[in-house]
């Protein structure tokens, strides 16, 4: 099973500034790695799939980088409705699809 | 436009059956994939079940294999999972999410989720 590492654990940063959000992969997987974002009481939102191509309806700010084990999610100016928990997730090698711990965006 | 409502939730006691459904509608359900992905009190994101879009192929989380079974009804946009011999660690929000293409994409829409609580 393929084990993703999320980093920082907790993000505080004030909106306007840049968020640069980790993952790193325990073994190789290409680029099959997405990021959602997840609200409390919401559904989670997908930003990101295949590393670097932004969802449906997803705003500029939001862009991901990455291949093999690391992997980046950048937020270029954090807007107030930004600040929420994000996740990776891998597809590369599955059964089972997992996700990283989460990184929570909060405001400073 | 894509919506997914999660019902069937609740509080049961432990080894007991629970079935959730899962509407769909604002696209050709019978062409996409379709997953259950829990997330317990807490914790983060996990990945329960996939039915490919014509329901053949299914697939698992090892810790639940043999206890859920995923199913769907194409004639009536809906989704199910199954959950038998329920434990206390299955206790979590439940979501239902459409694959982004036929099997084995990104999740790219999902509902509010349903919750159950397996407990005594």
């Known amino acids: 099973e393929i084990v993703l590492t999320q980093s920082p654990a907790t993000l505080s940063l004030s909106a306007g500034e840049r968020a640069t959000l980790s993952c790193r992969a325990s073994?190789?997987?290409?680029?099959?790695l997405a990021w959602y974002q997840h609200k409390p009481g919401q559904a989670p939102r997908l930003l990101i799939y295949?590393?670097?191509k932004r969802a449906t309806g997803i705003p500029a700010r939001f862009s991901g980088s990455g291949s093999g084990t690391d992997f980046t999610l950048t937020i270029s100016s954090l807007e107030p409705e930004d600040f929420a928990v994000y996740y990776c997730?891998?597809?590369?090698?599955?059964?089972?699809?997992?996700f990283g711990q989460g990184t929570k965006l909060e405001i400073k | 436009q894509v919506q997914l409502v999660e019902s069937g939730g609740g509080v049961v006691q432990p080894g007991r059956s629970l079935r959730l459904s899962c509407a769909a509608s604002?696209?050709?359900?019978?062409?996409?994939?379709m997953h259950w992905v829990r997330q317990a009190p807490g914790k983060g994101l996990e990945w329960v079940a996939l039915?490919?879009?014509?329901?053949?192929?299914?697939y698992y989380l090892d810790s639940v294999k043999g206890r859920f079974t995923i199913s769907r009804d194409n004639s009536k946009n809906t989704l199910f999972l199954q959950m038998d011999s329920l434990r206390a660690e299955d206790t979590a929000m439940y979501y239902c999410?459409?694959?982004?293409?036929?099997?084995?994409?990104?999740?790219?829409?999902w509902g509010q989720g349903t919750r159950v609580t397996v407990s005594s």
């Open positions: 999410a459409k694959d982004l293409g036929g099997i084995a994409m990104d999740f790219d829409y």
């Open positions: 604002g696209f050709t359900f019978n062409t996409y994939g």
């Open positions: 039915i490919s879009y014509d329901g053949i192929n299914k």
């Open positions: 073994q190789s997987i290409s680029t099959f």
């Open positions: 295949d590393a670097s």
């Open positions: 997730q891998q597809r590369s090698n599955w059964p089972p699809y997992t």
